[in-house]
Structure formats: C-alpha cells, structure tokens
C-alpha cells in the first residue's frame, strides 16, 4: 500500500486538506485525525520527523504554520517519504509562488489536483514537477 | 485566479474561516448543507457549473470532518459531463467522497470505461486514476484488458501509462486473478526497459506488488531492475527533472531496490556483480552535506541500500561495514538519521555474525533510550530487547529497570513487559530474577499486568531454595512505606506461603508478618483483599506452637467480613474461620501450593501476540512483523539469544545457552537443592543438524489412522460445541409452506468462498449478501428484495451469532414495501479462531403465510485469513519453533475425492492460503501460509504443509502450526473438513461455484431485476 494518506494541518489543528488512500468513515477519520495530530504537534525541533502511532507510522514536516503529515506503513522508507513532502511543498510553491495556508485553503481543488498527479492509490506516480503541474495548466487554459 | 466565478464556495471556506467556535461552524455547515440539498433536489437542471461549485462545498465539508451523506449522485454525474473542468471535477469528487462499494459508482463503470478506451488521453488518465484509487471488484472483471492494453501501447503517451501502471495495480490487489502470469511477467520485463522516469515509477510499483505475490514468474524482471538502479545510481541519462537536489529520483531508486528485495536470491552472477557493486557505490559515496533535503534523499537511498544489502548474502566485509555505518548513525545528533540507525541495526539482528559487533554499541543505544523523543527510545528498546542474550541481560535489564522512573507513560507497559521477559529468558541466577520483578512492580505498579507477577509466584513455588529469599524480599517491600497495591498482592501471597521459613529471623515473627500485611488492609481494594485473607489463613497454620493472641487477632478480621457484602471475601472469612477452628485438620487443607505444572511463558506469548497486530494490514506483513521488534521473534535468529525450549519435566527450570564468544562451561550454580528441583541445561547448537528433519522428512501416511489426531481435544475449550459443518443445510426449516426456490446449502457452500451473492431466494423474497473483510472485522450487508406487488410484513431478523464472534445488525425495517430492495448491514468482530456458524433467524409473513427461515450466515473462519507469502528463510524458522502440539498438529487424512495437486492449490488458495512454490522440495507436497486475525490472537501467522501420495490420492498427510493451539487445532479441522465436503457435497470445486445468473452478485443489478 505504501501511503494511507495525506494530511496539511495547521496549527492549530485544523485540517486543510485531507486525501486517503484507505476507506475509512468520517467518525473514524476524525478520530484519527484528532489523535495524530495531538501527538505530532506536541513534538518539538529537535525531535525526529516520525512517530509511530497503532501499527503505522507518520512521517511529517513542519513549514511555517502549516504540517504535513503522510501516514505510511511500517516498512516504508521514512526519509524518501519525508522528502516527497519537500516535492510537493515545491511543486506547489512552483505553482502558486511562496504558497502559504490560504492558498491551499482556498484552492482546495488545486492541491487536490497536484496530490492527484503525485499519487495514486497510495503510490508514487509522478516526481517532475513540470508533468505534475501540466494538468492544472490545461485546465487554467480550458476556463 | 482559477476560482473564476467559484465566489460562492470562497465565500462560504472564508465564512467557515471566520467562525469564532465549532458550535458556530456547525451552524455554518449546517446551513450550507441544507442550502445545496435543496438546489439538487428542487433545481433539475442545475449547469454542471452550479454543481461543480457545490460539490466542492460538499469536498471542503466532507474534508472538516463533517457526514455528507447525499449529493453523491451529482457528483458521479458530473463524470459525463462533457467539459474538462466538470469531468476533472467530479472525478476527483468521487473518488474522495465514495468508496468502492458505493452503488453509485456502479452506474458510472460504463463512463469510466469509455473514458479510459477513448481517444481523449486527459479523460484517459481522469478514468484510470479513479479506478486506480476506488476500483473495486467489478471495475477489474471489466477493465483489466483495456487498462493491460493502454500500459503497453505504442501510441499512448508516457502520462496515461503511468497512469495505467498503477490503475493495474489495484484492479490486481482487488482481484489478483485479473493478471495472468504467463502472459504478463514477459510484458512486466518489457515495460521495465522504458526510458521515460515517471512510467518506470509507476511501473516499480505495480513489480513490487506482483513480485511479493510471486517473485517466481517474474525473475526476468531482476536484471531489467538492476540495469535501472544502475542507471540511476551512477546518473546515466537521467533529465534535470528528475533530479531531485542532485540525487537520481531517490524515490525510483528506493523502490527498485525494495523490489529486489522480493527475490529470494540472485543466481545470474553477472546481475549480482553489477548490484552489488552499485550497492557498494551507494555505501561508500553517500556523504553527509549540509543541504538538509539533499542529505535526506541520498540517505533514503543508502538506508534502503542498507535493507538490501541485508536480504542478499553479502560477504561478511561489506555486512561489518554497514553495521558500522549504522554504528556511525546511531551516534549522531540528528534525530531522523538515529531513528534510522536504531531502527536498521535491530533488522540487523536477523542477519547471523553481527551481533557481537552490534552490542559493541550497546553504550551509544542506551543514550538513545533515555532520548527525550518516545519515538527513538521505542526504536531503541526494540534493538535492547533484540539483542539482549545471556552475555548483557544483566546490563540490560538494570539500564531498563532505571529508566522506568523517567520514561514516558505511554511507554511504561511495554518497557516493563519487555523487562520482565529478558529478565526471565536470560536470568543469571533466580534470585537476580525475583530482584527484577520486584523493583518492576515497585516502579510501575499500575503498568505490570497480572501475568508479571502470576509468573514470578509460580518461580518461586516451583524452585524450594529461591522461596527464603522471595520471603525476605517481600518482607522488605512491604516494610516501606506506601506500597502499590500489586506489591500487596506478589508480597502477602508470598508471605503467607513461606513467611514461616523466615521465622528465626529478627522481626520474622509469625505476629510481626501478620502485622505488616495487616498494615496494608485498609489501603487495597476488594480485589486484593482475599489473597490477604488466604495468607493470613496460612500464617495462622504456620505459627507452631499456636499462638493465641494472634490467633484472636486474625479470627477477629475474619469474622469482621462474614458480613461483607463482597462474595469472595465473604466466603473466604466464614470458610477460614471455621477451618481455623478445627485444629490439626487445618494443616492438610491449607497445605503448601503445589508445584505448578511446566508452562510456557504467557508473557512471551502475550508480546508475540502485541507484535502479530502491528502488522496486520501491511502487504508485507512479515518484514513488519520482524521490524518493530527482532527481540520478539528472537528463538529464530540467533542461537544463542533463544527462549528457554519448554522443558517436558514438572519443573521449572532456567536454562542457560551458552554465549557466542564464550565456550566456558556455563553450568548453573545453584544452591544445594532438593532432589526433585530439575536443573537442565540445554545446548542450543545441538539439535540443529536436524532442523529440517521434521519438514523435509520422509512421507509418513503409511501411519496408524488417527495416530497423530488426538492432541489437547479436551484442553482447547469449546471445541466441542462446534455445529458438524458437514451439514451445511438450513438450521431448521420448520413447517414453512413456502419452499425456497434455490438450493440454500449450495449458497452458502459458494458464499463461505466468495464475498457476494444470494443466500436464499423463495417466491416471495430474495436475501442477498455482500461482505467486506478487513483484518478481524467484517461489514456485511444483507438485501432484502421483496419480489411482490403486496408489501411484505412482520419482518423480523435476529443473528444467533457463535461465542467467537461479535456482531451488530442494525435495526431491520417491520416491513419490505412493494418490489423493493431494503438493506441492512451488519457488523462483524472476530475474537478468537473457531469454526462455529453464526445463524441468521428471519422471518416474515405474505398474506397468511408465516414464513420462518434459519441460514447460515458466511462468516467463517476463512474469512479472516489473509493470504501472505513466505519465503524460504522465513518460513523454516517459524516452522521450527512452533515445534510440536499444541501449536503445531498433524493429522492424517483419508478418503478423499482423488484430486491434482494443482486443483488441492486451487482449493487452498481459495480457503485465503498462500501456496508457497518449491519451498518444499518434494513436489507432491504443498506449503502454505497465511495470516488469521481475530481480536485474540491479533494477525497470526499459520503455516500449512499438505504431503500427498503420488500413488494414492485419496489420502494426504496436514501440518498446521500457529503461535495459537486453538488457533492450529480449528484452522486444521476446518481445512479438513473443507477437504472431506469437497468429497461428498458438490462435484464442481468451490472456487468456481455454479454461478446461476450473470448479475446476481451485483445487489444493484439485483434490484433492476427486481422492478423490471
């Protein structure tokens, strides 16, 4: 399976954008959710980027008031996961220019796009950040 | 800005923003969801624009954790909807907001499949990444083809490709028959020769999926991986944009080396040149940088180097130098790259040689355990716990035993868990043991189960010379101050035993013991209370010559809960007092305990279990299983770090293993004792020239019948109850003068092996089932089609279900109107392995007629069994250490229907058993394995071995053997008996019941069918 989902959390806990990859309800997504990002927001500088929680692991990163949190299974190689987070924090800053909280929140469809054409099924699909952000670029043209 | 015209659903996120508290957000969404109910069911022809903009209202509600349970519909219509946008749109929608049993998206297959067979490639990759995130079942039955066909195509641009790839992978993890292997595997080597970076990708992915399912068909992928990684790793022709701060794409490397990591070996020396000298580049050329991303790209590639380097049999010179990369690791500040180094050294341990070298750094890993971050000091537990053997248990478990004062709550159960069982398995002397035990329960009171302290109770009971000092030890807990109630517990039980033995002692008087425990009375809850009352019983026959004083003292406690209103203190004070009264008789009745019989420990058993669960779902459940914690797999690693074998005396007894290095006779020193104390000292080396023997031995069938049967019948509790499952029938039909108008054994027969389908059908109503399985949980949805014109009444459904399983249904409606389909699902836990049936008690009445029916509900035991292959140096030691009943039973079974073996496959893989191909080298024999989870035994790996006789196939000999005897015993009988129906019920296998029409397994067709 590889990635079980992907979450962008600010600060204070909201979410700000949730994809997953599993099926899970909404009473359960939000408990997960609660959970997690209870534990990682807890975590300070100088604490690793991964925390184990039930029989997962988070790999998540920090940028300004935003997390990113990707939820993975317990084999899978943390530092190409926390660095994938990096690539899509710089595709997106390709496409919006020095994105922040409000873009994602206010172009939900568009980080959905790119998450869409980064991942699929819970596997690496695409890592050229010029094949990623071509999709949304026809769209733009299309409106 | 994209949001062109979108202004109302940036208004509503920014009133959303806006909202002071969540009751006020509530009110917001609330609102907003009312407001687009109404639009979609008032406003028929709402523009694909409106809807677009709703359902992404919909999306941004769904997304705040809020139930959108409507709406569905439009956004699967937007699928059709000619423009870009719209299509996009609703693509995406869907596949966020519906999962693949959602009826919905049954209506949308046709569109999607036209989408992906369609010339327009953005619709192409559209429809193929829906497929890739929800497709279900049907969607691989209809798409396979088309989608084999597009990853190949010469005409299709490397972005449907990709797309296709991975579109494949799950339409394979759906229904894995969807590939065929003979075709495929030379097209999967072909697609691995592409140029294009984001297809290989995509593509790596769909290889590993196939290859851990059957590395076997796919072996001439290997050197195509090796060329890649090649490729990449020594950047040959790789385009800027796939240079990630320098590196090669390192999520490309990192997967194609995960890939190699499913062949079991590789024999072309020319591949295994070229790899490992990639491999060594890798090792040897990864520098730190400053660059933090940089740094972590080309780490991921080294870690994963690291893992492989580990799976292949490398020389010993490369193996140290990764374990003193790892030692390197371990030590440096940056807390990723320690997680890491913890995390590969304790994989490590499997690898045999490196242990010694790794405990060379046993300084640096306890700083880490005392790391302020709980993820590294569980990294660095796990490594303590694994390579802890009899040469440091004492250094270790001191260090564990120390940080339980600081470590983190959270941790506390598990550290203490784990202490308790090094310091069982390696105690230099068992005094040194009950020392632990004590200080544990002392620490962390609240965190050590019953099982810790029933352990050290049966220690002490079992070995007379440990029993004076257990004594003082007690005393002297129980002389401080505030003591945690467990403590109360292990010390009166302790106390009242063998106090007596202390009786020469300084403040050891029979009225001091009793005043020290009494101390403790008014402090424990009424849990505790009885064990005191038992020792104080005990004290009481003890105290020679009698003494009357303290006999008053304790005839008085007892007499003062006569009247208690808790049953077992009660009962305890009235039957101690009388017996207390009866003088000489006293002594017999309140003997010492007897010794306890030989056990294995439950608290090993229990950490297994913890373990089992943490890699429930993972696809490559083992791999997991091993990483969170080597330790807990230990008696397969290493020799010399293995858990004492079960010793057959009634006696327990510490075995000593003798250490790596250490070829001094470590024979146990030990008090003078008794003639009946049994020492053993096993040599763990010796029995392993025989390792394989019980495998690979010869065919025995020619057995007496049964002779290897009759294991722990009794000793496996409700076994017995178990319904004959041989008769499959409806429970009782009763007087019903309805007749069911389908075979309901043939049903369930085919239902116990597929997921969907009717399971009873009469002129009246059709009952159709659909289930899902996840782990030990399943979510079953029964239909209930009412085939009249006249409504159906009186409907009731009750589910009997069997002790092993806990179900809900939800509330079933009283009545079924006119030619409709109701449906209601059904939640299922599974507890614990058994092979009881759960019931289905319905009825209903048409007009006059009553009609009460009892089915059987499909929810087996193989229902839970999730299909996981083993590779060679898995399997053996697992199947070596489960080494005899109750968890490994055998049995011979006869008189079957003559059956190929590629037909007993066919079967096996059908129960959710993965064939294991040549694993064995006899090819008349089969080994299987899978995973089966329940609430008890959490995922539990069974291994299967089914020896057939090429010249007389009607009988075969089975071997099952789990971590878990009732586990083993009803997985056997259920093959068995799956083995022997097979035989005499149906002549078609049930792998492919008799399908009766092409749509009933489709509740949705089911319906049309229905109303047409």
Redesign the interface.
């Known amino acids: 399976?590889?990635i079980r989902f992907i979450l962008m959390v600010n600060k204070q806990g909201q979410?700000r954008?949730?994809?997953?990859?599993e099926?899970l309800t909404?009473e359960e997504?939000?408990a997960l959710?609660g959970e997690i990002v209870r534990k990682c927001l807890a975590?300070n500088e100088?604490?690793?980027?991964?925390?184990?929680h039930r029989?997962y692991k988070i790999v998540y990163r920090r940028y300004a008031s935003l997390f990113f949190l990707v939820g993975v299974?317990?084999?899978e190689?943390?530092?190409?996961i926390?660095?994938?987070i990096?690539?899509l924090v710089e595709t997106m800053d390709r496409h919006f220019g020095n994105v922040c909280e409000l873009d994602i929140?206010?172009?939900?469809?568009?980080a959905?796009?790119m998450l869409?054409e980064m991942v699929?099924?819970g596997?690496?699909?695409?890592?050229?950040?010029?094949?990623i952000l071509?999709?949304i670029q026809?769209?733009?043209k299309?409106? | 800005m994209a949001m062109h015209g979108m202004r109302g659903l940036a208004i509503f996120i920014s009133d959303v923003r806006n909202c002071q508290n969540k009751e006020l957000e509530r009110l917001r969404v609330d609102k907003e969801l009312g407001n687009i109910r109404n639009r979609f069911k008032k406003e028929k022809g709402l523009t694909p624009y409106a809807k677009k903009k709703y359902v992404w209202k919909m999306l941004y509600i769904y997304m705040l954790g809020y139930d959108v349970d409507f709406g569905h519909m439009e956004a699967v219509s937007l699928i059709s909807a000619p423009k870009y946008p719209e299509k996009q749109v609703g693509y995406i929608v869907t596949s966020c907001l519906l999962n693949e049993n959602h009826d919905f998206l049954r209506l949308a297959i046709n569109t999607v499949r036209n989408d992906i067979i369609g010339r327009n490639e953005t619709s192409q990759c559209l429809a193929l990444t829906l497929v890739g995130n929800i497709g279900g079942r049907e969607f691989a039955e209809s798409l396979a083809p088309d989608v084999q066909k597009l990853i190949l195509s010469s005409s299709c641009r490397p972005l449907v490709r990709k797309k296709a790839a991975l579109c494949l992978l799950r339409l394979f993890r759906k229904s894995p028959d969807v590939v065929n292997v003979d075709g495929w595997a030379d097209r999967m080597a072909q697609l691995l020769d592409e140029r294009d970076l984001g297809v290989l990708t995509a593509s790596m992915s769909l290889l590993v999926s196939l290859v851990s399912n059957n590395h076997e068909a796919y072996w001439t992928c290997l050197p195509k991986c090796v060329k890649i990684l090649e490729r990449l790793a020594r950047n040959q022709d790789v385009p800027q944009e796939y240079t990630y701060y320098g590196i090669p794409s390192p999520w490309l490397q990192v997967k194609t080396m995960r890939a190699l990591q499913y062949f079991p070996t590789i024999e072309d020396p020319n591949s295994r040149r070229t790899l490992f000298e990639v491999l060594q580049h890798i090792l040897m050329g990864t520098d730190v940088v400053k660059n933090v991303n940089k740094n972590n790209a080309s780490h991921a590639v080294l870690f994963e180097a690291l893992a492989l380097v580990m799976h292949l049999d490398a020389e010993k010179e490369m193996l140290s130098q990764c374990v003193a990369l790892l030692g390197k690791f371990i030590a440096v500040r940056e807390p990723n790259i320690r997680y890491l180094g913890l995390e590969n050294m304790a994989r490590m341990l499997i690898v045999t040689d490196v242990q010694e070298i790794i405990k060379r750094h046993q300084a640096q890993i306890i700083t880490s355990l005392k790391d302020p971050d709980i993820s590294i000091c569980r990294r660095a537990l796990d490594l303590l716990y694994g390579m802890c053997d009899v040469t440091n248990a004492k250094d270790i478990v001191e260090e564990l035993l120390q940080y339980l004062s600081s470590a983190d709550f959270t941790m506390l159960e598990e550290l203490s868990l784990k202490a308790a069982i090094l310091a069982e398995k390696f105690a230099p002397d068992l005094s040194w043991y009950v020392d632990v035990i004590l200080q544990l329960i002392e620490k962390a009171g609240d965190f050590i189960s019953d099982d810790i302290w029933f352990r050290v109770v049966q220690f002490v009971t079992n070995n007379d010379d440990l029993q004076t000092y257990a004594a003082a030890k007690a005393k002297e807990y129980l002389d401080k101050p505030a003591v945690h109630e467990k403590m109360v517990k292990v010390c009166a039980y302790i106390l009242g035993e063998y106090s007596h033995l202390l009786a020469r002692r300084p403040g050891c008087t029979p009225k001091e013991i009793f005043s020290i425990i009494h101390e403790k009375l008014p402090t424990v809850r009424t849990t505790t209370i009885p064990i005191l009352l038992s020792a104080y019983a005990k004290i009481l026959i003890h105290t020679q010559p009698p003494d009357q004083v303290l006999r008053n003292q304790i005839w008085a406690v007892f007499t003062k809960y006569e009247s208690c209103i808790d049953a077992e203190i009660q009962q305890r004070a009235v039957e101690y007092f009388a017996l207390s009264r009866k003088g000489a008789a006293l002594m017999d009745i309140l003997a010492e305990m007897p010794k306890f019989p030989e056990r294995q420990s439950s608290l090993i058993k229990k950490a297994e279990d913890a373990e089992g669960g943490t890699a429930e779902q993972s696809a490559i459940k083992l791999r997991a299983q091993q990483q969170p914690s080597n330790a807990l797999v230990v008696t397969n690693q290493h020799p010399a770090n293995r858990a004492p074998p079960p010793v057959s005396v009634g006696q327990l007894s510490l075995v000593k293993a003798p250490s790596m290095d250490d070829t001094e006779d470590h024979s146990i020193e030990r008090a003078p004792s008794q003639e009946n104390v049994n020492i053993s000292k096993v040599d763990p080396q010796a029995p392993s020239a025989d390792l394989l023997s019980d495998l690979l031995g010869p065919l025995a069938i020619e057995g007496p019948p049964g002779a290897a049967v009759q294991y722990e019948h009794n000793a496996t509790p409700g076994l017995d109850s178990g319904p004959d499952a041989s008769a499959i029938v409806p429970v009782a039909e009763e007087t019903n003068t309805i007749q069911p108008i389908v075979n309901i054994a043939e049903r369930f027969r085919a239902l116990c092996f597929k997921d969907s389908g009717i399971l009873y059908e009469d002129p009246y109503i059709q009952i159709g089932i659909k289930a899902e399985w996840r782990a030990h949980h399943g979510r079953l949805a029964l239909f209930l089609g009412n085939k009249n014109t006249s409504p159906l009444i009186s409907v009731q459904a009750l589910i009997l279900p069997p002790a092993h399983l806990k179900m809900e249904l939800s509330s079933v409606p009283d009545t079924i109107p006119p030619r409709a389909q109701v449906q209601f699902p059904l939640e299922v836990v599974n507890l614990q392995p058994s092979r009881d049936v759960a019931v289905l008690d319905f009825s209903y009445k048409f007009g006059t007629n009553k009609v009460n029916i009892k089915l059987h509900l499909p929810a087996l035991l193989n229902k839970f069994l999730q299909p996981i292959s083993v590779s060679t140096e898995e399997f053996f030691p697992q199947w070596r250490s489960l080494a005899g009943p109750p968890l490994k039973l055998q049995e011979v079974v006869r008189g079957l229907r003559p059956m190929a073996l590629t037909e007993m496959e066919n079967l096996l893989h059908s129960f959710g058993l993965m064939i294991s191909q040549g694993l064995d080298p006899n090819p008349n024999n089969l080994v299987a394995s899978t995973i089966f989870c329940s609430e008890k035994t959490h995922g539990m790996l069974c291994l299967v071995r089914i020896e057939t006789d090429p010249a007389d196939r009607t009988q075969l000999r089975m071997t099952l053997a789990s971590g878990d005897p009732t586990l083993t015993f009803e997985l056997k009988e259920f093959i068995k008996e799956q083995l022997v129906s097979i035989t005499t019920v149906t002549p078609a296998p049930p792998a492919a019941p008799p399908t009766p029409q092409i749509l009933s397994s489709d509740p949705a067709a089911l319906l049309a069918g229905l109303l047409s």
């Open positions: 399976m590889g979410t954008l949730a994809q997953y990859y099926w909404v997504r939000r959710e975590r100088q604490q690793c980027s991964f925390v184990e029989n299974d317990n084999d190689n943390e530092l190409a926390l660095e994938f990096h690539l929140m206010f172009h939900l469809e568009k959905h796009f869409e699929m099924n596997s690496i699909v695409e890592t050229s950040k010029a094949n071509s999709p026809l769209m733009e299309a409106t």
